[in-house]
């Protein structure tokens, strides 16, 4: 059966009208596709770029917390420390005013001469030997002369040990400290060091806790107490 040409156009029409259909349908599809595929890529940029400037935004933090935990702890090791060196020198003032005194007593004989037997009194007991031998300052000799009297007798009161103490004309102790004794035995090999300046040392060393709880009153960081 031959088509006539008002059943061509038609056929041809109704061609046409589906191809643009199924192109538009395409196209739409496309379209809607390309739109979903950029909703997801623009999500998961921005997600990308949240999470960059949230990472950024913790480091920073991260470091400045730190800088300040950092700078805190400078300022309190200075503070500390300069608040300990204070202290220290307070305390070096007093022991250099008890060095003062000290050389202020060795000037007045009725205050000084018992001090002094009483130092070779000590000496004596500490070595325990039938001969010893004194050293003192060329100053002193004369009134160590006398104090030796007191200190025998009193070794020997307490011993009931016999004992000879000679003051020694040849070698003399520093001219320039506060006073007091060396009591050396017979063989010269053993030295009892009794200076005024040795005391004050053994005395600060041990009083200085009481003196810093005294003055400065208990330490924050001190968990226990001699």
């Known amino acids: 059966m031959t088509l006539s040409d008002e059943q061509v156009k038609s056929e041809l029409s109704k061609m046409q009208a589906f191809i643009e259909k199924e192109a538009k349908e395409k196209a739409k599809e496309i379209k809607l596709k390309a739109d979903e ?4 890529e623009k999500a998961s940029i921005v997600r990308s770029e949240t ?13 400045a917390s730190l800088a300040q935990q ?11 420390l300069r608040i300990l060196s204070t202290k220290d020198e307070v305390l070096q003032d007093i022991f250099d005013d008890a060095e003062k005194e000290l050389k202020k007593i060795t000037q007045d004989k009725k205050q ?11 000496g004596l007991l500490a070595l325990l030997e039938p001969k010893v031998s004194i050293k003192v300052r060329e100053q002193d000799v004369a009134i160590a002369k006398e104090a030796i009297t007191d200190a025998a007798k009193n070794f020997e009161d307490k011993t009931k040990f016999k004992v000879e103490v000679t003051v020694d004309d ?13 009591v050396v035995n017979g063989t010269g090999k053993i030295e009892v060091d009794n200076t005024l300046e040795e005391r004050l040392k053994i005395l ?10 005294e003055l400065f009153g208990p330490s924050a960081t001190r968990k226990f107490f001699d």
């Open 37 to 40: 595929e950029y909703e997801i």
């Open 51 to 63: 999470a960059a400037i949230d990472s950024t935004y913790e480091q920073k933090l991260k470091k």
């Open 70 to 80: 950092i700078t805190k702890s400078t300022i309190g090791n200075k503070t500390r």
């Open 112 to 122: 000084y001469k018992p001090v002094l037997s009483g130092l070779i009194e000590e």
């Open 170 to 182: 040849k070698d003399y102790l520093s001219k320039d400290i506060a006073g007091g004794v060396v």
């Open 204 to 213: 600060s060393e041990e009083a200085l806790p009481a003196i810093r709880l």
